[in-house]
């Protein structure tokens, strides 16, 4: 399958900066890209769907302003946690997609700790 | 709106066991259904996946899973179970093709005893 490629794996910052999480489709074009939050020991959530050159669209309770996302180019899309807390502590894992597939393919995810 | 149900959010079974994982969804329109495993502090790993055609699909791993339109299942099984096996499952479900927004199931760990 298609490969997905989020960096950083894991990050630890402190509370009050930004982070910035990288998601890249290494040997496609996605035209869509997802971003996904979880929980420890709870199920994935979806927090928004951007759209190369277009603004993403947030599930019902995401603070847009507090997690920006974006999606410049059709290989690239990007989710900062601006002033991060530790309730922002989670696992962050991202999909991309392309019109000819069946399926979204997953980044191996980003572990981010808000100290 | 889609939803997707695992029944048992933690399941053991003995190695060399049959595996079985449940998964009911609910989708106003014909879906595609994923069944995903993770390992501590990984991604998603797609073991299998329904679309259209044969309703019983063979994934990775000797895990397979039969897609039952009338009782709205995808229960995810494996004859015997190994020690390797032992990770969180999740069922998800999406509205079709072209469409890659997913509904994860709340996910079941499993635990294979030796």
């Known amino acids: 399958g298609a490969v997905v490629s989020q960096h950083p794996s894991w990050v630890i910052c402190k509370s009050g900066t930004s982070v910035k999480i990288e998601c890249r489709s290494l040997d496609f074009q996605a035209t869509t890209m997802f971003w996904y939050r979880q929980f420890p020991k709870q199920s994935l959530m979806l927090m928004a769907t951007?759209?190369?050159?277009?603004?993403?669209?947030?599930e019902q309770g995401v603070e847009k302003d507090k997690f920006l996302i974006n999606h410049a180019s059709l290989t690239l899309s990007t989710l900062t946690v601006t002033s991060a807390h530790p309730e922002d502590s989670s696992f962050y894992i991202c999909s991309a997609a392309a019109g000819a597939n069946t399926e979204a393919f997953f980044g191996q995810g980003t572990r981010l700790t808000v100290v | 709106a889609q939803s997707v149900t695992q029944l048992g959010s933690h399941v053991s079974v003995s190695e060399g066991a049959l595996v079985l994982l449940r998964c009911n969804y609910s989708s106003s329109v014909p879906p595609y259904l994923f069944w995903y495993v993770q390992y501590p502090n990984q991604g998603l790993q797609l073991l299998l996946k329904?679309?259209?055609?044969?309703?019983l699909v063979k994934g990775i791993n000797g895990f397979e899973a039969e897609f039952k339109k009338s009782e709205t299942s995808f229960h995810l099984t494996k004859p015997s179970a190994h020690m390797s096996d032992a990770a969180e499952y999740f069922c998800?479900?999406?509205?079709?093709?072209?469409?890659?927004?997913?509904?994860f199931g709340t996910g079941t760990r499993l635990k294979v005893l030796a």
């Open positions: 998800a479900v999406s509205e079709g093709k072209g469409t890659y927004k997913y509904i």
């Open positions: 329904y679309t259209t055609g044969a309703t």
């Open positions: 951007s759209n190369e050159g277009s603004k993403a669209t947030y």
